[in-house]
């Protein structure tokens, strides 16, 4: 018995569906996934390395490939407005900053209370992971904005550029109200 196994034996009873929906989402977040098949909703997206604007189904028995122009039109959502989900990015990312700034807050002052700096470690980790969330819900926003979803490369320079320039433009607005 490896070592491998008899932790999965000891931690298959241990965790339950509660936490394997937390592991897929921190999945999401730190290593990303990849978009269900359209044609057979069972196989993964995978790029072709030798067309960076075709993905290919993982799936043996599917096999399909699709353009990122395709998916484009195949995952749009027919009757929606792309400025309504991206405000419901922005919302959530805001939602998710001020959780972390509440959690960090409050893991300081458990912290100092229990004289623990692995309190105040945990409570950063957990926050950077929060706020990694919120940034990943803001570039889907600036993605639906600007229309820029299945691209070869992910646009992140023109992402931060606009972040950049909203902040700085902000900045300017308020400082000309004064």
Request: proline share 3%; glycine share 8%.
């Amino acid at each position: 018995m490896g070592i491998f196994s008899f932790a999965k034996d000891r931690l298959g009873r241990r965790i339950g569906p509660e936490h394997r929906s937390f592991a897929a989402m921190s999945g999401t977040v730190l290593g990303g996934t990849h978009a269900l098949c359209p044609s057979c909703r069972r196989g993964r997206l995978m790029s072709d390395p030798e067309a960076l604007d075709l993905r290919r189904c993982d799936n043996p028995k599917c096999d399909a490939s699709f353009s990122l122009t395709e998916l484009g039109r195949t995952y749009a959502l027919d009757g929606t407005d792309p400025r309504t989900l991206a405000v419901h990015e922005r919302q959530q990312a805001l939602t998710l900053f001020v959780a972390a700034e509440i959690i960090g807050v409050l893991a300081a002052a458990w912290a100092i209370y229990a004289r623990s700096w692995l309190t105040l470690l945990g409570a950063l980790l957990l926050c950077l992971v929060i706020c990694a969330t919120a940034m990943v819900s803001r570039y889907r926003a600036w993605q639906l904005e600007h229309g820029r979803l299945f691209e070869a490369r992910a646009p992140l320079r023109a992402f931060a550029a606009a972040e950049l320039d909203g902040l700085f433009r902000r900045q300017n607005r308020t400082g000309q109200d004064r």
